[in-house]
């Protein structure tokens, strides 16, 4: 696992352009491509997509930044993703991002929560939420599969 914490790297350019806010089991998205990838990925397996729209300049993205790194390495059945508002504007505008931090939560490439602001419990809550919807479908999944070979073991007798 990889450290969850904010850093800052100097490569000469003394504008907080550079922060990082990935670690841990997030994964800092860079390009469209990549969020389709991933979030086609979570829907493959069933997961619920956790993903933070912030920004390098944006003190609650900043100070939520590591909090939300702890919560990925608590809930590794969740895919949690980051995306630099300023890196990219077109994905950020598609999802109508007017404040960050923006997080949303995707099944199925579908929204089904939202929560705009740093509020650590409210964060907290809706990602245990999110763990319980995919318990839920991993179970639901499982159960429809022992179902379905019952009846075909019960066929073949």
């Given at each position: 696992?990889?450290h969850?914490?904010t850093?800052?790297?100097n490569?000469g ?5 550079n922060?990082?806010f990935?670690?841990?089991?997030v994964h800092?998205?860079?390009?469209k491509e ?6 086609s ?5 069933g ?5 933070n729209?912030?920004?390098?300049w944006?003190?609650?993205c900043?100070?939520?930044a590591p909090f939300y790194c702890e919560?990925?390495e608590?809930h590794?059945?969740l895919?949690?993703?980051?995306v630099?508002?300023?890196e ?6 598609s999802?109508?991002?007017?404040a960050?931090?923006?997080f949303f ?9 939202k929560l705009?602001?740093?509020n650590?419990?409210e964060l907290?809550?809706?990602v245990k939420?999110g ?6 479908a ?7 599969y ?6 075909v073991n019960?066929?073949?007798?």
């Amino acid at each position: 696992m990889g450290h969850c914490f904010t850093k800052y790297q100097n490569d000469g350019d003394d504008s907080n352009h550079n922060v990082e806010f990935a670690g841990g089991n997030v994964h800092l998205i860079t390009a469209k491509e990549q969020w389709e990838e991933k979030t086609s990925e979570a829907s493959r397996n069933g997961k619920i997509v956790v993903a933070n729209f912030s920004a390098s300049w944006c003190g609650p993205c900043r100070m939520i930044a590591p909090f939300y790194c702890e919560l990925s390495e608590k809930h590794p059945s969740l895919m949690f993703l980051t995306v630099d508002v300023d890196e990219l504007t077109e994905l950020s505008s598609s999802w109508d991002i007017k404040a960050t931090p923006t997080f949303f939560f995707l099944k199925d490439g579908q929204q089904v929560d939202k929560l705009v602001g740093a509020n650590k419990p409210e964060l907290q809550k809706k990602v245990k939420q999110g763990f319980k919807r995919a318990f839920a479908a991993l179970w639901s999944g499982k159960l429809h599969y022992q179902i379905k070979q019952k009846n075909v073991n019960s066929r073949n007798m």
